[in-house]
């Protein structure tokens, strides 16, 4: 749902469930001028980063991967096509374990917003 230009949905992987927790999102907006990014927050209670990735609408493709410490988030257009970085993020000292969801988020305080999702997979073995 287009409600505002900074509305996004993706796929977030956080430590913990807290409102500071460290995390990483390749997310999508419905409006070109945002596209495809990367926000993450490698800092426990720390300041998010941003880099945008291509100026696209959905649909498209997204892909959070991990190696150790570090997570890169990429996308493709189509499902045959190859997997393109958007930016890859070094944590300090990862747990081994870290939640992985979907996540979605209106910009506008008090209204929900509503994004689709097709063909999810979360799979620990996966890696790059």
């Known amino acids: 749902e287009d409600l505002d ?3 996004k949905a993706g796929l977030m992987v956080r430590e913990t ?7 990483a999102f390749a997310i999508a907006t ?3 001028e945002r596209g495809l990014a990367f926000q ?3 800092e426990t209670d ?7 990735g291509p100026a696209w609408t959905p649909p498209s493709w997204l892909r959070l991967s991990r190696r150790c410490d570090t ?4 996308y493709r257009r189509t499902m045959t096509d190859s997997w393109v970085p958007i930016a890859t993020q070094t ?3 990862l747990p081994a374990r870290l939640l992985a969801g979907l996540a979605v988020s209106s910009h506008v305080d008090g209204v929900t917003a509503s994004a689709a999702f097709e063909h999810v997979i979360v ?3 996966i890696s790059e």
Not at 17 to 23: K, L, N, P
Request: charged residues 20%.
């Open 30 to 32: 419905p409006r070109g």
């Open 123 to 125: 799979d620990p073995a």
């Open 17 to 23: 469930i807290e409102a500071g927790s460290r995390h």
């Open 5 to 7: 230009r900074w509305v």
């Open 46 to 52: 720390g300041t998010s980063l941003h880099t945008f």
């Open 91 to 93: 944590y300090t000292s």
């Open 71 to 74: 997570i890169t988030a990429s």
């Open 40 to 42: 993450r927050r490698p």
